[in-house]
């Protein structure tokens, strides 16, 4: 249950001292207080409330933000002004019920001729994946899709197990983490489910920026890393941010040498541009222990019908393996099938076509409907189907800007949870979702100027 409670005395007690006490419910919302930089507790500006999570006679969570859409309205009617939500989906929860949805990054670009033909045989697949083997799709699964993204070595490798989802590959990961005490430095900003389900299974986290992996700085980096893993998604989202080859080779050989354990969340990778080359030949030829995130859900429009994989090094193997049994025997072979069908018609097709022209279609319109505004592309040369723009007023926080546009309908995540140590530092950002209709995205940018004030 979630429950509104109130600030008791700023200079009584610090917030973990109030946080641990068992606080009274309380039937309405009244001031609060929040931890502020360094664990010292600040007051908000007025207008903004905490909830707790109330459980087993206790708030044992805390967010700042509104129930939902609802509840937000309520306030607002009451002249209370924006909340914080407090994590990305709640956001992704609204924006899929606007009508023009850019906030979930997950593939809702419709589906190309050839696509369609696939949707056409739907009940002949179904009886196919009944009758069929599941260590022979799942073979075939592995080899399509790591064959797509020039993997050849991981299309082989006897330790690559599929999950449902990315996120339930994280939470292995996590759980894996946990059970050794590892201490985790993750990219900061990154998509906040990675931090939040690291955090849900208590694994300690260090913040790692994008710009402490930049070629130059990448060795003192690891010298001075307080952490036993590092967690990087390759291409970045938000960001689009990537390493080159020879920054990989050069992160994989500091791994070794400091001993640190390497995870990657490679779920966006069909949007690079880079050439394909073999990272697992290099992961497995270098002896660092190693988890690997894969995904389909980003990239093909599915409706959700997803496989992600994850793949690891010899050693890490038995252990993960009896994580991800306790969780699941296996993925839907309809699910297999079908996917297996998207590959090979990707494969047939090409990348460009298959995906790329349509998120390239769509950034040039968000571009053009956004050039002499107050919003501005910060990575120029990202090919991921996400863009990720900078708020250059400083006087617009990005929940106030999404609050307005979900008031015209339309949908995008604000920049804030993705910078999981401190969100304030993403205030300055918001996220528009790429892989849709260009007919809904042309018409989303209308929406946005207006949103805006431009028209
Ligand atoms: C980089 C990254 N990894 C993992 C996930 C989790 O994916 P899923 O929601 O399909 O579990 C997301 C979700 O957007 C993501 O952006």
Redesign the pocket.
Known sequence: MVVVFPALPVTAMTWSLRFAMRIPRFPMSLPYLMPGKNGRIRRLPSKIWVYGRWREGRVDSYSVGALDEREANTWRKRGISRMRLPN?TRYESIGINRTFNLA???AHQPQSVSQRQIVGRLPELFDEAEYARQSDLEEEFRGLFYGLAGQRTAATLPRALCCY??????DLIATYAASRGLRVALLHP??D??ATIMKRREVPLVPLSEQQLSPERLDDTFANLAADAVFL?LP??PTGFEMSREAWERLVSLCGRFDKLLIL?F??RFFSRQPFWDQYELLEQSGIRYLA?E?T??TWPTQ?L?C?ILAMSPDLHADILELHNDILLNVSPFILRLLNEYLKDTEREGLPSAIWATIDRNRQMVREAIDSTFLFPENPDSTISVEWLRIRNPSIRSVDLVDRLHGHGLGILPGDHFYWADLSEGERFVRFALARSPEMVERACSILREGIGLR
Not at 165 to 170: D, G, I, K, M, P
């Open positions: 990305l979930d990054g997950h989802s990315a996120s339930l590959s994280t990154c998509f489910n990675l998604t970045n989202n969340d779920t966006f995130v995904d859900g980003k959700d997803k992600s």
